[in-house]
């Protein structure tokens, strides 16, 4: 269907419109330090990037920058390593708009292609969100600064220094709060289990989180590891791109079949999960996070409607040989008898911070859950146990306390927060909160900072608002009625 070009023009003036009647832009209200180019920098110009950039200055925050490594049109997922035919979150949920609906998806969708058009979605089909994300970034006036990839961060006395490339050159810049909106990689990396990449050339497999050419794999013999809606993802569209056939292994005797996470999303816990005691954070997360989410109906039927498509379950400790050509498999220590031309491992995230190359340098000087808190022995859980220990505004902790304060300056607003503030702030579910949350957090840090000079501010002489001339003509001094008032008594 194509959308109305004069539904869209008359949107977008509604947009504007609502944005300037919900109080528009407030004037920058941080002082501006010598030495500092930006007050914030945001790493990635995805969705939450955008989205907290427009929140920082509807909040007074002004100097602000994004910045994000890949090409305009190419940056988050939606139109690289995503492979869902729809969103997996109910279409009803309220995006980055938080509180302007003229700025949600339904206003977008419905303006270009009408109110029967959204309410016939059953979701939100993949390609029209990231064309509604090109439009907030462009409505909400933010700019995002592309091809700029954060390398390095050092501690300055004027705040952060990042060292940045930026179209094949280093340049240096200063800013005092840095917030890492970097999707789910962004605290630490993908999942390659050993089993794969020590077997196999690299030629040879691909993660399930990499820009795969599907394409080249039309006529081919495709094996997948992992059972979450990524591996099916990757298995249908591997498929549908004229795959021979695709083997799909799930270590497990059977499928995920519950979404455990959802209990997790009702207001009370995303807006206070942050305030329980930490052993009842670990206690839950650790129940969530033993086993991955199960795959959704939809990416399963997608897949298991091709007859070329094969589920292996209970496949345990696979064992590849590479013979030079093709991939023999092997599993519970024994000969599958199947061969592949290329092999996806759908095995998720790993969070782990030394694996940031922004964050290589610093990483060990940034508290994790071990150093905070040491699980009963029954819940150990060595990667719950790498996850950073953050503040309720998202801000890293010092490893030492007491030293290297400049590590509450940088905010992670990843997945990496989970397990300290409760679920995927980054994900569409977590904005109406999170992001608050974490603007509010930047915002007071920056005005206690400078509470000296809010002080000097607010107690500064102030212009008079009247002139006098207003109520002038009016007025009897207070000692003229007393005289009149003695001699209308005398009179009597």
């Known amino acids: 269907m194509a959308p109305s070009a004069s539904g869209a023009a008359a949107h977008d003036e509604v947009a504007a419109q609502a944005i300037a009647l919900r109080g528009g832009f407030p004037e920058n209200w941080v002082p501006v330090h010598k030495g500092t180019d930006h007050d914030v920098v945001i790493v990635g110009g995805g969705q939450s990037g955008v989205a907290i950039a427009f929140a920082l200055r509807r909040a007074g925050i002004a100097r602000v920058s994004v910045i994000d490594a890949a090409q305009r049109g190419s940056e988050g997922i939606w139109r690289t390593t995503a492979r869902m035919k729809t969103l997996r979150s109910p279409k009803q949920l309220p995006g980055p708009e938080l509180d302007i609906p003229e700025l949600s998806f339904r206003a977008w969708y419905s ?15 993949r390609l029209d969100w990231a064309d509604y994300l090109d439009w907030f970034r462009d409505v909400t006036g933010v700019e995002v600064r592309y091809e700029h990839r954060l390398q390095r961060i050092e501690p300055v006395p004027e705040g952060l220094r990042l060292c940045l490339e930026a179209a094949g050159t280093q340049r ?5 709060k840095l917030v890492l909106a970097t999707g789910f990689p962004g ?6 289990p050993a089993f794969v990449k020590d077997a196999l050339p690299q030629d040879f497999y691909a993660h399930s989180d990499a820009a795969i050419d599907f394409s080249a794999l039309r006529g081919r013999r495709v094996a997948v590891f992992g059972a979450a809606s990524s591996a099916f993802d990757a298995a249908a569209s591997a498929l549908e791109e004229g795959a021979d056939s695709v083997h799909l292994f799930c270590r497990h005797e059977d499928l995920e079949r519950f979404s455990r996470m959802r209990v997790l999303y009702y207001p009370g816990s995303v807006e206070h999960f942050r305030l329980l005691p930490d052993d009842k954070k670990w206690h839950i997360m650790n129940r969530f996070c033993r086993r991955a989410q199960g795959p959704v109906p939809d990416t399963v039927r ?26 023999a498999v092997s599993v519970n220590g024994r000969s599958t008898g199947l061969s592949f031309d ?16 922004e964050l290589a340098n610093i990483a060990g000087r940034i508290a994790l859950w071990s150093d905070r808190y040491r699980a009963p022995e029954h819940e150990r859980n060595e990667e719950l146990a790498r996850y950073p220990y953050l503040t309720p505004g998202f801000a890293f902790t010092a490893k030492r306390e007491g030293e290297d304060s400049f590590v509450k300056d940088i905010h992670l607003f990843t997945a990496g927060a989970m397990l300290s503030n409760g679920r995927n702030p980054a994900e569409v579910s977590g904005f109406g909160h999170g992001i608050p949350q974490l603007v509010s957090a930047i915002g007071g840090d920056l005005f206690t900072a400078d509470a000296e000079l809010h002080v000097d501010r607010v107690m500064a002489p102030v212009k008079p608002i009247l002139s006098s001339a207003e109520f002038r003509h009016s007025v009897r001094m207070m000692d003229e009625e007393e005289h009149e008032r003695e001699r209308v008594d005398a009179g009597a």
Not at 187 to 192: F, L, R
Request: glycine share 12%; net charge positive.
């Open 111 to 125: 303006a270009r292609f009408g109110d029967v058009a959204y309410e016939n979605l059953q979701a939100i089909p």
């Open 172 to 176: 240096v810049e200063t800013c005092r």
């Open 187 to 192: 605290s630490g990396g993908v999942k390659m």
């Open 302 to 327: 997608r897949a298991t409607r091709f007859k070329n498509f094969h589920l292996h379950l209970g496949a345990r400790d696979p064992v590849l040989c590479f013979d030079g050509g093709s991939v």
């Open 342 to 357: 290329f092999v996806i491992a759908g095995t998720g995230y790993r969070v782990d911070l030394a694996q940031r190359p």
